[in-house]
């Protein structure tokens, strides 16, 4: 679909009753053509926009927007909820806002991905995963020895989701926030676990 794409540089005067200087952005705008309920954009931004090209980058940010409400779902609300964090010290808190924030990312990667099955089930869950991680995975999941080829990333998504207790009972394949959130948290202790074991051996 092809939409006509406008743009200009704006200044944003100051309100009458408030004190300031003008405000220097660039618009930009598309509309879609032939349709009873066009959807219409109106975008203000502060990066330069001196050709369509740069008008275009600026709508393809735009719409990817979700991305980063997905993102702070994984990592405030649904997920890792960064936001309960109690510390004693500011450097303690920073410290588990950046872990977690690190953790959220690979858990919404995960989740985009493996929403998308066709796709998932072509790549490897080793692009997310660990090799020790996922086999301890297989083996809790699956109760056998795992394969020498990794499974799917769709196969780690689905069943990290299993491990906290997720049913598709809704017959949609969706594991949500919080299961999957969950499901990775036990498997890093399930890790975490099989490591120190490994490491009374000695």
Same mark, same amino acid.
């Given at each position: 679909?092809?939409?006509?794409?406008?743009?200009?540089?704006?200044?944003?005067?100051?309100?009458?009753?408030?004190?300031?200087?003008?405000?220097? $952005?660039? %618009? =930009? &705008?598309?509309?879609?053509?032939?349709?009873? #309920?066009?959807? *219409?954009?109106?975008? /203000?931004?502060?990066?330069?926009?001196?050709?369509?090209?740069?008008?275009?980058?600026?709508?393809?940010?735009?719409?990817?927007?979700?991305?980063?409400?997905?993102?702070?779902?994984?990592?405030?609300?649904?997920?890792?909820?960064?936001?309960?964090?109690?510390?004693?010290?500011?450097?303690?808190?920073?410290?588990?806002?950046?872990?977690?924030?690190?953790?959220?990312?690979?858990?919404?990667? $995960?989740? %985009? =991905? &493996?929403?998308?099955?066709?796709?998932?089930? #072509?790549?490897? *869950?080793?692009?997310? /995963?660990?090799?020790?991680?996922?086999?301890?995975?297989?083996?809790?999941?699956?109760?056998?020895?795992?394969?020498?080829?990794?499974?799917?990333?769709?196969?780690?998504?689905?069943?990290?989701?299993?491990?906290?207790?997720?049913?598709?009972?809704?017959?949609?394949?969706?594991?949500?926030?919080?299961?999957?959130?969950?499901?990775?948290?036990?498997?890093?202790?399930?890790?975490?676990?099989? $490591?120190?074991?490994?490491?009374?051996?000695?």
């Amino acid at each position: 679909m092809k939409l006509p794409v406008k743009y200009a540089p704006v200044t944003l005067k100051v309100p009458s009753n408030k004190e300031g200087e003008p405000i220097s $952005l660039y %618009y =930009v &705008g598309c509309k879609e053509l032939n349709h009873d #309920k066009p959807l *219409c954009w109106h975008i /203000l931004t502060s990066e330069p926009i001196l050709n369509a090209k740069d008008a275009e980058q600026i709508l393809d940010y735009y719409e990817k927007r979700w991305l980063i409400e997905e993102f702070h779902k994984a990592w405030k609300t649904g997920g890792t909820h960064v936001e309960d964090l109690r510390m004693q010290s500011k450097d303690n808190l920073e410290k588990m806002v950046v872990i977690l924030a690190f953790i959220a990312v690979r858990v919404h990667q $995960l989740r %985009y =991905v &493996g929403l998308n099955r066709p796709e998932a089930e #072509k790549q490897s *869950c080793e692009k997310l /995963l660990s090799p020790l991680a996922w086999k301890l995975l297989w083996s809790k999941q699956e109760k056998t020895k795992p394969p020498r080829q990794a499974p799917s990333i769709y196969w780690a998504y689905i069943n990290l989701g299993k491990l906290a207790g997720w049913h598709d009972s809704k017959r949609n394949g969706r594991v949500g926030w919080e299961r999957l959130w969950e499901g990775w948290f036990k498997l890093q202790i399930i890790l975490e676990g099989y $490591l120190l074991a490994k490491s009374l051996e000695m």
